[in-house]
């Protein structure tokens, strides 16, 4: 998420924006630069090798599909993100597909709805 928002990322950036402290994001960052997910430079700028790439993709698409499916069903925002930050890492997928789907199927009826002017 912080890639996409600024171009180096270092461990102190995702401390920050986790709300975790620089030792426990610097044991987590060697993990994952230990099985091949994240490189580190010289400077300490972070960058995720495509296996890791790959797996940040999956979790930020179940991030957003969840929040923004939460916040569809009349959840407030912040606690919708606050949710599928938790919910991301531990949910089945087949229990994520069944999620998906039917936030498509609540954002197909609002389009529906929106679209003849009138409201639920």
Do not use: W
Not at 11 to 16: E, F, L, M, Q
Not at 87 to 102: A, D, G, N, P, R
């Amino acid at each position: 998420m912080l890639s996409l928002k600024q171009q180096e990322v270092r461990s102190i950036d995702i401390a920050r924006h986790l709300g975790y402290s620089k030792p426990s994001v610097s044991v987590a960052m060697k993990r994952l630069r230990e099985n091949g997910f994240v490189l580190m430079d010289d400077n300490g700028f972070l960058t995720l090798t495509p296996e890791g790439r790959a797996i940040a993709t999956r979790v930020y698409e179940r991030h957003e599909v969840i929040s923004r499916y939460l916040i569809s069903i009349g959840i407030n925002e912040e606690t919708a993100q606050k949710d599928a930050c938790r919910m991301e890492h531990v949910i089945s997928e087949e229990t994520f597909q069944k999620i998906k789907e039917l936030y498509k199927q609540t954002q197909v009826a609002a389009d529906s709805v929106n679209h003849r002017g009138t409201r639920l």
